[in-house]
């Protein structure tokens, strides 16, 4: 036991870099999964946990293929009091993205959150289009998107690390969100896909609750993990 634990520590960085603000542009965040990891709820998740550090935010509801996503969002932000940028179902989620990226430099906003359709990463022309949505904020701001974070379900296991490896190849990753970890020795593919594809995890999902989100935590994760 001790020896895995020493392996799995050697593996995983030992902390999660938090995440900052720019001083004259507001930070791009694009969140990228498959159908069904929690996305949307992990969007909301890391919006209220940036407002409770004393962050501003705006929302991107560029999941347009769903219009029950756009409605998802649109209940979390009205809950969370934040203020969303949407369209209509079937929209361009790049155009949208631009109109949301516009809105928050005007109003001087810290952090824009794009919330993206959940697409199967072997699916070429969906990848195709988060390509589009990345190309399109790089013309407003050389930087955007500035973190581009992966949600993967805990208990998925080995197809995690298929889905990892096919998102990194397509836009690139910074970070991971792993859902569904709730202590109960799930999410070890989070250590095969640091150790395989350097993709770190940046924050963890342990319920259903808006608090129950967290910036990763090595030490508790291998407590839980072991």
């Keep these: 036991m001790l020896v895995a634990r020493e392996e799995i520590a050697r593996v995983l960085p030992k902390g999660s870099e938090p995440i900052r603000s720019l001083p004259d542009s507001p930070k791009v965040i694009l969140i990228v999964g498959v159908n069904g ?3 949307t709820t992990s969007v909301a998740k890391l919006a209220h946990f940036l407002k409770h550090d004393r962050h501003t935010v705006l929302l991107a509801a560029a999941d347009t293929f769903r219009a029950a996503a756009i409605e998802q969002l649109g209940i979390w932000a009205q809950r969370l009091g934040i203020e ?5 179902y079937g929209a361009d989620p790049a155009a949208l993205c631009y109109d949301a990226y516009q809105t928050a ?3 001087k906003i810290q952090f824009l959150l794009c919330d993206t359709a959940g697409r199967l990463h072997t699916k070429s ?3 195709a289009e988060l390509q589009k949505v990345k190309r399109t904020l790089g013309k407003l701001n050389q930087g955007a998107p500035h973190e581009t974070l992966l949600v993967i379900d805990a208990t998925t296991g080995s197809n995690a690390l298929s889905q990892a490896r096919e998102f990194k190849n397509a836009i690139g990753v910074s970070g991971l969100i792993v859902t569904k970890l709730d202590g109960s020795g799930k999410g070890g593919i989070v250590v095969a896909i640091q ?3 350097d993709i770190p995890t940046h924050f963890v999902g342990t319920g259903e609750k808006i608090d129950d989100f967290a910036p990763f935590d090595r030490n508790a994760y291998i407590e839980n993990l072991l």
């Design 105 to 107: 430099a005007k109003r």
């Design 37 to 39: 990891t929690g996305k």
């Design 84 to 88: 969303m940028i949407h369209g209509q």
């Design 125 to 127: 022309n969906l990848m």
């Design 195 to 197: 150790e395989e594809l």
